[in-house]
């Protein structure tokens, strides 16, 4: 079953830090790039972060400088390191597969809370 799980998600205070996981299982990790994705509250699902296959990486001008990408092929993992977060990070956080990098994101986890208290 090609699935991903989303972890790590849960309260924070201003300024503090949160590790983010993406677990993957049933299919070939190192063909697929990893991108997270957040949805606050009334707001559109926007793209924080994404790496490729190869460790190739991109981060939303939001984030930048905040949070790190990385992945593990032997595990089949990526974390999204987030440090000094803010209120406006505070949202559902779900990672999501993209074979070679091109077209539509799929599958996608099934999110993790991440809130941050001002």
């Known amino acids: 079953e090609v699935q991903l799980q989303a972890s790590g998600g849960g309260l924070v205070q201003a300024g503090g830090s949160l590790r983010l996981s993406c677990a993957a299982s049933?299919?070939?990790?190192?063909?697929?790039?990893i991108g997270w994705f957040r949805q606050a509250p009334g707001k559109e699902r926007e793209g924080v972060s994404c790496?490729?296959?190869?460790?190739?990486?991109y981060y939303a001008d939001s984030v930048g400088g905040r949070f790190t990408i990385t992945r593990d092929n032997t595990r089949d993992t990526v974390d999204l390191q987030m440090s000094d977060l803010k209120s406006e990070d505070t949202a559902v956080y779900y990672c999501?597969?993209?074979?070679?990098?091109?077209?539509?994101?799929?599958?996608w986890g099934q999110g993790t809370l991440v809130t941050v208290s001002s």
């Open positions: 999501a597969a993209r074979l070679w990098d091109v077209g539509d994101y799929d599958p």
């Open positions: 049933g299919f070939t990790f190192d063909d697929y790039s």
């Open positions: 790496i490729s296959g190869i460790g190739d990486t």
